[in-house]
């Protein structure tokens, strides 16, 4: 049994060992689960993370309760329900719980039909629009077919969002070669507010279009969205840079007390922040992109704008538990070499 030490990744290391030992069918022990953290251990995000993974599989699971700070998961043959629900229970990010699950959906043998409850809008996790935007269809490049839509928002502390996703069965992942962006097409946005006033999104779309313009990067569509249902209040916007070969993107997340401008601002910056790196991905899909190019059938080359933890960490637990091989060069941006391992499951 292989030993992941989860003291460092946190949730994310959880989820990637998991989702790499169900397609494996290699089992693995996590200890010290978020250690460190002021509440160590799974929680109820982490623990449904654990117990969809191992019904996707047919695992079997020791230590699955709330606090565990260790669990043992042996898996079975991959076989998810043709049509699947899952709900949160909380406002724990559904985007965190589907990145576990989207590889091994990915590659059965049959379409999946998902719908997930909880969080889609959250602090700390990609949103749904990145997710929808820029991540699906990156790894549509290696040949994955799924397709995402939102049914209703679920903002921070209310949760009750709630996505829907198709998946198609496919014979393997391609490897991605990804060094350049190439030139750009397209720089747009999308401001969106829920159960609050509509001047709020139209005023975090107003500063973030401001201070794109500043830097020389002129918006070409900036949708204002104050339609989409929530269970409760809430507002975010992401920013997006469309290239030849890819799409970098940058978001911020509405709070209590912080002005609508400052949103938009944030976002703004954030996007410049990841442009001004010449790479060809952002850094948070640096780091997403990492169980795709372990599974892919041969070597996956791409150029990231930072070298971050959740990058180390997520390429550290495709090494332990699949034996994915990995390079990384530089720091800002980083070169991230990866050879995958295709026809790994017994």
């Not at 699947?84 to 043998?109: F, H, Y």
């Not at 490049?141 to 198609?168: K, N, Q, S």
């Not at 060809?280 to 997403?288: T, Y």
Request: charged share 20%; hydrophobic share 40%.
């Amino acid at each position: 049994m292989i030993v992941i030490d989860g003291a460092q990744g946190g949730g994310q290391i959880l989820r990637t060992a998991l989702s790499y030992s169900a397609f494996s069918g290699r089992p693995v022990r996590m200890i010290n689960i978020r250690g460190g953290r002021p509440k160590p251990g799974l929680q109820a995000q982490h623990l449904l993370a654990v117990k969809a993974t191992a019904e996707l599989c047919g695992a079997q699971v020791c230590g699955a309760q709330k606090g565990s700070t260790q669990i043992e998961f042996t898996p079975g043959a991959i076989s998810p329900p043709p049509t699947w629900r899952l709900d949160v229970g909380t406002a724990g990010s559904v985007v965190l719980i589907l990145q576990a699950l989207l590889p091994c959906l990915a590659l059965a043998d049959h379409s999946v039909d998902m719908t997930l409850t909880g969080g889609t809008n959250n602090p700390w996790a990609p949103t749904f629009e990145y997710f929808r935007r820029v991540l699906l269809p990156t790894i549509a490049r290696m040949g994955v077919r799924a397709d995402a839509d939102l049914v209703r928002r679920g903002f921070y502390p209310r949760g009750g969002g709630e996505l829907h996703i198709t998946t198609e069965p496919v014979s393997g992942i391609q490897p991605l070669v990804l060094r350049e962006r190439g030139a750009l097409k397209q720089v747009s946005g999308i401001a969106y507010s829920s159960n609050l006033p509509d001047h709020i999104a139209g005023r975090m779309a107003r500063a973030c279009r401001e201070r794109l313009e500043r830097e020389g990067l002129t918006c070409q569509e900036f949708e204002v969205d104050t339609t989409q249902p929530s269970a409760g209040p809430g507002c975010g916007i992401i920013a997006l840079a469309r290239f030849e070969h890819s799409v970098l993107a940058g978001d911020a997340l509405g709070e209590r007390g912080k002005p609508a401008e400052k949103v938009g601002l944030e976002a703004a910056e954030a996007l410049i922040r990841e442009l001004r790196s010449g790479a060809a991905v952002d850094s948070h899909l640096g780091d997403q992109l990492v169980p795709w190019a372990a599974l892919a059938e041969g070597e996956s080359i791409y150029l990231a704008a930072r070298r971050t933890d959740h990058l180390v960490s997520a390429l550290t637990a495709a090494q332990q538990v699949i034996g994915a091989q990995f390079d990384l060069v530089g720091d800002e941006p980083v070169e991230v070499r990866c050879r995958g391992v295709a026809e790994l499951r017994p």
